[in-house]
């Protein structure tokens, strides 16, 4: 069973930029992949980013591209989220989450059922 840690994020202005990581320990497979995806108060769950794990492709939500740069280190245990030219529409809290899916299906279907889901983290955007 795969099991997330997250850290980083935190409160920045507008223009600015922060980071999370998602740390990843228990027993991954080849198709691994990871997810981010983010909560305002108040509002549905939305998706950020993924990336496969074995062969690193991601994919980004259209409120990412551009700005959010989802990447992983070469042993493949921790993904990181790289977020520049944050928005105050950016707030929210943003948990990683895991599961069996292609780079491409990996957002939909960890939204549908993931096997693990990080504590969340906290990102607050000012103006």
């Known amino acids: 069973q795969v099991q997330l840690a997250q850290s980083g994020g935190g409160s920045v202005q507008a223009g600015g930029s922060l ?3 998602c740390s ?3 027993d991954t497979s080849i198709d691994t992949c990871i997810g ?3 909560q305002a108060p108040g509002k549905e769950r ?3 980013a993924a990336i496969a ?3 690193g492709g991601t994919y980004y939500a259209d409120s990412a591209l551009g700005r959010f740069t989802i ?3 070469n042993a493949k245990n921790t993904v ?3 977020m520049n030219s944050l928005k105050p529409e950016d707030t929210a809290m943003y948990y990683c989450a ?3 899916a292609t780079w491409r299906s990996c957002l939909s279907s960890l939204s549908s059922g993931a096997e693990a889901w990080g504590q969340g983290t906290q990102v607050t955007v000012s103006l």
């Open 19 to 21: 980071s999370l990581s």
């Open 24 to 26: 990843i320990s228990g």
């Open 36 to 38: 981010w995806f983010r």
């Open 46 to 48: 939305e998706e950020v």
């Open 53 to 55: 794990l074995d062969i």
């Open 71 to 73: 990447s992983q280190d």
């Open 80 to 82: 990181f989220l790289q």
């Open 98 to 100: 895991a599961g069996a």
